[in-house]
């Protein structure tokens, strides 16, 4: 009998660790989604956009970290990257979301198509960049921030922040696409 009560006792305290760890990971989580002091001014700079506490500042923040990252075609990292490599690894990171890897692919098989005006922060955009392509098929992605301004993987300066009104943008534009997150 006094064997099992101590066990008890034990199993108590681990179970109130345990409860505790819990906890302090929801509070950390959510401190962590706030923005600290001059964080939404830097990242305003950043992206040309005028953000606020109701704007998705974790897709800011994973969208500023690869600012300036080298185009490499089929590339998926930080050490080079191409436009749905890009897309993919910010969807991953921000809404937990696995996009296929082609622009091809995300295009028929993730997205809800949407119209240029109802696009929303975090939807995506799809160009058709190809001179020699007959066909409106989406061969760029990017991801759409506000504004009418969208982070991606260009081929020429790797990940940038650009407009839907740039006339090469805007004449290439195809669609846009709602993941369902």
């Given amino acids: ?21 819990v906890v302090a990971a929801i509070l950390g989580s959510c401190a962590s989604s706030k923005p600290a002091a001059g964080e939404l001014e830097a990242l305003s700079s ?9 704007d998705n500042i974790k897709l800011y923040r994973e969208a500023a970290g690869w600012l300036g990252v080298r185009y490499r075609l089929g590339g998926t ?14 969807y991953r990171s921000v809404y937990g979301t696995k996009l ?16 240029q005006g109802k696009l929303k922060e975090g ?7 190809d ?10 992605v990017g991801i759409y921030l506000k504004n009418g301004r969208f982070v991606h993987a260009s081929s020429s300066k790797g990940v940038e922040v650009n ?14 696409g709602r993941v369902s997150k």
């Fill in 46 to 54: 950043k992206f040309g956009v005028s953000l606020t506490k109701r």
């Fill in 131 to 140: 001179k020699k392509g007959r066909k409106k098929k989406p061969n760029h």
């Fill in 77 to 90: 990292s930080k050490q080079g990257v191409d436009c749905s490599g890009f897309t993919g690894a910010v």
């Fill in 100 to 115: 296929h890897r082609t622009v091809e692919d995300i295009y028929s098989k993730d997205c809800q198509r949407i119209r």
């Fill in 123 to 129: 939807d995506l955009v799809f160009f058709h960049t």
């Fill in 1 to 21: 009998m006094l064997c099992k009560t101590p066990q008890k006792g034990f199993f108590r305290f681990l179970s109130r660790i345990a409860q505790l760890v």
């Fill in 163 to 176: 407009t839907l009104s740039n006339p090469y943008y805007r004449k290439a534009f195809v669609k846009g």
